[in-house]
């Protein structure tokens, strides 16, 4: 089976994670995928394949007689996805022979644009899997699932000898909470791979330095007939909160390396309002600036409108793992040669975001990011290619016959 036929079944099982939620998985709909996915792997011959009581997935190819010594190898991908456009049913649009030319999705009114997404004339020719326009598709990160589970089906299929293979499916990446109860000795992998990027060849191994930060506001609320030097209008100290800070470091105007503060969302009315952002940097002094420059608003706010009146709570939620990948550059040198192997000129990009493998470097687990094909994730316009996704599952191959040879001085 390709990969993206198993892409196909996965997307119809609606698995948003819920930022609101305090339960682990946030979401139960998550098991019913996580079920799924164990049975198929015992299909495939992975006896040990189980989910557990928080709905991670786990499980084991031992070696190839003769090769237990080899690097213990893991690839992860997770479950979840994010909970915006995903109120309705998925409803996967597969289009063979693209003509790499603006695309319509089904008849909500909505058209994938090569001025949008420059990329899309590159993609001539091949397969496109879209969504109807009206939902996300899901293809993060079920298409890394996908891959992985056809990598399982490769190995038997041709024989191909391996080390020690650990696999994981992890819920609640999209809510940052991915890593959070990840079981890394039951995994068992002395290094991983997560399959969570976009173009096939990408390799990612830098990623922002990452908190969320709220603002809570409260006003004084008076009749405006007669709130002279009373009335403290909590919305209108958000909207001061929001000038203060420097309008090009927003998502929008910012690439590559470039931090940013982004506004998610907003509520309030004269009494109270409340400002939610996420706030990145790759650069671990810069981030730190950042988040002085809230504290700082803080303070002067609450010296102007009086002490209580703003209150800023910041919450960590990972850090950049080329802190860790340093030191073990032999998965990104040998990511480089399985995309080669693969026919594929490797794309080595910084991740503005983060996956489960940022947390879980910094648990002992180095774990860099893979590209998986897709493109346009988090919206209705998010798509994938069957060829892509083909070659996102021969690179991974090729990887495991990499670390199935003989050790280099770095792997040692």
């Not at 997935?57 to 690097?71: M, R, W």
């Not at 190995?155 to 499916?169: M, R, T, V, Y």
């Not at 922002?208 to 409260?218: G, Q, R, S, T």
Request: aromatic share 8%; net charge negative; hydrophobic share 35%.
């Amino acid at each position: 089976m390709r990969a993206y036929e198993r892409l196909l079944k996965y997307v119809v099982v609606r698995t948003p994670s819920d930022e609101n939620s305090q339960s682990v998985p946030s979401s139960q709909c998550q098991f019913e995928l996580a079920h799924l996915l164990v049975q198929e792997l015992k299909d495939l011959g992975v006896s040990d394949a189980a989910v557990d009581g928080q709905c991670y997935v786990y499980a084991h190819i031992p070696a190839t007689p003769g090769y237990e010594d080899k690097t213990k190898l893991g690839f992860i991908a997770h479950m979840d996805t994010v909970s915006d456009f995903c109120g309705c049913d998925i409803k996967p649009i597969v289009t063979k022979n693209y003509d790499g030319k603006d695309f319509a999705l089904g008849t909500s009114g909505r058209t994938i644009t090569t001025s949008a997404f420059p990329h899309l004339p590159s993609l001539k020719g091949r397969t496109l899997i879209t969504s109807d326009g009206t939902t996300i598709l899901g293809a993060d990160d079920k298409a890394g699932i996908a891959e992985i589970l056809t990598m399982v089906e490769y190995l038997d299929k041709e024989n191909i000898p391996h080390g020690p293979l650990s696999i994981a499916f992890t819920p609640d990446e999209e809510i940052g909470a991915g890593a959070a109860h990840f079981d890394v000795e039951r995994f068992g992998a002395d290094y991983a791979y997560t399959l969570d990027g976009d173009t096939e060849g990408e390799i990612q191994y830098e990623n922002f330095n990452a908190c969320k930060a709220v603002f809570e506001i409260e006003g004084v609320s008076v009749h405006p007939g007669s709130s002279k030097n009373t009335m403290v209008n909590a919305s209108l100290v958000a909207m001061e909160i929001n000038s203060m800070l420097p309008s090009g470091d927003t998502p929008r105007n910012t690439e590559d390396y470039e931090g940013f503060y982004h506004l998610v969302n907003m509520n309030g009315d004269v009494g109270h309002a409340e400002l939610n952002y996420i706030i990145r940097d790759h650069d671990a002094a810069a981030f730190e600036v950042r988040q002085q420059t809230l504290s700082h608003i803080e303070k002067l706010l609450n010296e102007k409108w009086g002490p209580g009146t703003v209150r800023l709570t910041i919450t960590q939620q990972y850090r950049n793992m080329a802190e860790i990948i340093k030191d073990c550059q032999h998965l990104i040198k040998n990511a480089e040669k399985a995309c080669r192997k693969a026919g594929i000129a490797p794309l080595i990009l910084p991740i503005r975001g983060g996956t489960d493998g940022a947390q879980l470097s910094f648990k002992g687990l180095p774990c860099p990011n893979l590209g998986t094909g897709g493109h346009g994730y988090h919206g209705p316009y998010e798509h994938i290619t069957a060829e892509g996704m083909d070659l996102a599952v021969k690179i991974i191959l090729e990887l495991i016959k990499i670390y199935s040879g003989p050790k280099t001085p770095m792997q040692a």
